[in-house]
């Protein structure tokens, strides 16, 4: 089982889609809930198209200066989310819909069910020791289903992008976007030495051409 030493280790036109992208899921949020109106009108917005390929890796100094300020920030809800990403390559929407049925800290994994999954399929994550460590600094379990409950609400997040932005900018990493966290996991994974077959399962990548990106 692939683990970071915790908590982590001795490690060595984006605005305008995530401004829209948060909107989005407040109404459709409201929309499953509350009901309160019929049908999701920012659906129809198109976005900006936001190229994946470009990623921005971490260097040692520059993940520490990241990880010190999400240790520290006083925003520690979406502090543990950020990291819970970067502890499990999942995807933002995945981990904000992650609920305690789908967690098995016993025999660490998660299983994102086939309608959080991008590629609509299945897919088991494993839980390595810092992504265990933030599970068990939540204190949703027992109360609410969701794992990352907004407090100020009582719903789960829909959206982490403003707090985000604030964030980077404090570690002095104004352009690193949330799924670089991804990016930097799937890299942790390869260094370690698992093979591209089995990064390609952990992430979910339907295409195994995406994920040998990661191969450098």
Known sequence: MFALAPPFGNTRAYGYNATLSGREGQITWSVKSVN?????????????NVDNKFEHYLDDNQL????????????????????????????LNEALQATLSQIDKQNRVWRIPA???????????PLNDSAIEILNQLDTEGTFDYRFINRQTGEP??????????????????HLRIHDLRHQYASFLVNSGRTLYEVQQI??????????????
């Not at 520290?72 to 502090?79: E, R």
């Not at 590629?119 to 994550?125: N, Y």
């Not at 997040?157 to 104004?174: E, Q, S």
Request: proline share 5%; net charge positive; with cysteine.
């Open 64 to 91: 520490e200066k990241l990880l010190t300020v999400l240790r520290t920030d006083q925003n520690c809800p979406v502090c543990l989310i950020a990291m819970f990403l970067l502890s499990t390559g999942a995807r």
């Open 115 to 125: 309608s959080n999954s991008k590629s609509k399929r299945v897919r088991s994550v």
């Open 36 to 48: 309160l109106i019929e049908k999701n009108s920012a659906a129809r917005i198109p976005l900006f």
């Open 203 to 216: 992430l979910g990548h339907s295409d195994p051409k995406v994920t040998q990106r990661y191969s450098h």
């Open 157 to 174: 997040y829909t959206t982490i992008h403003k707090v985000w932005g604030r964030l980077r900018r404090k570690a002095g990493l104004p």
